[in-house]
């Protein structure tokens, strides 16, 4: 790990303004995942702000009848909120499925959000990374990509984004609350939040030098059958091959009154269609057609489409029933 200087933020607009003056400058909180970027020279910012003393740790309810949670709030409490289980149950079981206890125990909301890819040429400093050092190349395309993305990727970059609750913030249309350097703040949608990679993969999100996630709202409950599925290689602790999260209304002749559903494991970021959910009553099939239609597999990756497909198929079975 390469030296660094350290300091606790007092206030959020004191945290921004800070890591955009600062070259260099990382936010800090749980660190599940920066820590051991760091630990591999991945990631050497040379100076971290540690914006755990904020109180941005409430989860609370919105004036329109939603939820508003605090950027420092961790996994585990989000997770158990009797309002989230009640209410989103798609996000509390995104949560669980997504990391250990311990590991939930510490990671925050915004850190959820911007955890960086797991692809493993990311995580090999001696491979090509355009992620990693833009303009090096991508080991990727040619080489092993089971685990990496079909849709949303480009020539520069094929890696997928890691996080189970962002698939889930994804399709409740979540609502990102941040802090600029300048004091001002501003609300982006979650679907606007992550980039597709394009020429620049290493540009992840929209947020600009400084800019600090406060909170994330979630608009008043649609009511529904909420579910997550997460198919991957091992049982347990183990990054999606593909994630449905979906919220399902039964009912109508075909048994669904309509339905929203966004995949995991397949893209750059959490990856929502809207237009594909008209064809829900159509079944999985029709559903995955038009989530996917723009896909490009690898040889190795083609899996993930049908796997995608069955996935949902067996969603909204469940949904049904």
Request: glycine share 10%.
């Amino acid at each position: 790990m390469k030296p660094f200087t350290y300091e606790r933020a007092t206030s959020p607009a004191d945290a921004a303004a800070k890591a955009a003056s600062i070259p260099g400058a990382r936010f800090i909180a749980g660190g599940t995942n920066l820590l051991d970027l760091m630990k591999l020279q991945i990631e050497t910012p040379a100076h971290l702000i540690d914006v755990n003393g904020l109180g941005l740790d409430k989860i609370e309810e919105t004036p329109d009848g939603g939820l508003r949670i605090g950027a420092l709030v961790r996994n585990t409490d989000l997770a158990a909120d009797i309002r989230v289980r009640r209410h989103y149950g798609v996000l509390s079981r995104a949560l669980v499925a997504g990391a250990s206890g311990q590991l939930r125990n510490v990671a925050t909301t915004a850190g959820n959000l911007l955890q960086r890819t797991r692809c493993p040429y990311f995580y090999d400093p001696n491979q090509p990374c355009n992620k990693r050092q833009p303009g090096s190349g991508c080991s990727a395309i040619g080489g092993i990509s089971r685990q990496l993305g079909v849709v949303g990727t480009s020539e520069a970059c094929i890696a997928t984004h890691p996080s189970d609750m962002a698939v889930a913030m994804r399709v409740l249309d979540a609502m990102v609350e941040t802090v600029r350097p300048g004091g001002a703040t501003r609300a982006i949608p979650i679907a606007d939040l992550h980039r597709l990679p394009g020429d620049t993969p290493h540009v992840e999100t929209t947020l600009e030098q400084g800019e600090l996630i406060t909170a994330v709202t979630l608009p008043k409950p649609v009511g529904g059958v909420q579910l997550y599925h997460k198919v991957r290689d091992r049982a347990s602790y183990a990054f999606a091959l593909v994630s449905v999260a979906a919220i399902v209304q039964p009912g109508g002749t075909n048994g669904i009154a309509w339905g929203r559903v966004a995949l995991g494991g397949v893209a750059p970021k959490p990856w929502r269609v809207e237009a594909a959910e008209a064809h829900m009553k159509q079944g999985a099939k029709a559903v995955t057609a038009g989530l996917l239609a723009d896909a490009r597999p690898t040889a190795d990756n083609r899996f993930k489409i049908k796997l995608a497909e069955r996935t949902l198929a067996a969603v909204l079975t469940e949904a049904r029933g």
